[in-house]
């Protein structure tokens, strides 16, 4: 199964929760609140915890690419990968982004849409548009929304086999573990149902279980 823990709170200490949850996820997501709140050198030590799985910075970077790669910079040594909006386009912007982080040997992940429901507002409607940039672009991942698998499952069908499907809004906005993964996602991005509960590690193990579960169904 897969699953991302999102680590976002700026008051909180995460480093015993990231080594209790170390052998059972694939991953650690870190928000801006939690990088500007503690600092990039949190991420740093947070990741001497846990030095196993892929470690995103998601920075939901919207800028030009000189801006994008000086802010990506700051906190690029210690995580995998780097999220970015896709409605910024190629070039002078993502293209840049995308060369800096091959020449880094770190992966580029492209928001494709939201799983907030403003996202109808906009993001539904440039759908089209930004899975033209994101098939050009071709980044190691794209992120999707949980809220909407059918979302998740046209844009599978778009885009093939090859891109990485990050999928958030599992558990506190309202998706239930699993229906991501069953529309097509590889990964299920969670944050506060795991780390708001008082045992997130019997919390991620439950995810686990409801994604095999689902699946199987
Ligand atoms: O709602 P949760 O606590 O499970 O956190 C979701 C995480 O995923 C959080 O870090 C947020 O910034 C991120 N995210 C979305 O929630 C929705 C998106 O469309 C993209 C990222």
């Known amino acids: 199964m897969s699953l991302i823990v999102a680590l976002d709170s700026p008051d909180r200490e995460f480093g015993s929760l ?22 990039v050198d949190y991420a740093a030590r947070l990741r001497s ?35 970015a909006h896709g409605f910024v386009g190629i070039q002078g912007a993502l293209g840049e982004l995308k ?28 759908l089209p548009l930004i899975l033209n940039v994101i098939g050009e672009l071709e980044p190691w991942g794209i992120v999707a929304p949980a809220t909407r698998p059918q979302v998740i499952t046209s844009i599978r069908e778009r885009l093939g086999d090859s891109v990485t499907i990050l ?8 998706a239930e573990p699993g229906a991501a993964i069953c529309a097509g996602a590889d990964y299920e991005i969670v944050g506060r ?25």
């Open 193 to 217: 149902l795991i780390t708001s509960s008082n045992d997130p590690r019997a919390a991620a193990l439950a995810v686990k279980d409801a994604q095999k579960q689902r699946l199987q169904a």
């Open 99 to 126: 060369e800096f982080l091959n020449s880094l040997g770190k992966k580029l992940v492209v928001v494709a849409s939201m799983s907030h429901p403003g996202a109808r507002e906009v993001y539904d409607k440039a």
């Open 167 to 174: 999928s958030p809004g599992v558990g506190a906005q309202g």
């Open 49 to 83: 915890r846990c030095n196993r799985g892929l470690w995103i910075a998601d920075l939901k970077l919207a800028d030009i690419g000189h801006v994008m790669k000086l802010t990506t910079s700051l906190v690029v040594e210690h995580v995998d990968a780097v999220i």
């Open 18 to 39: 990231v080594e209790d949850l170390c052998d059972i996820v694939d991953g650690f997501k870190l928000g801006l609140p939690l990088l500007m709140g503690r600092g």
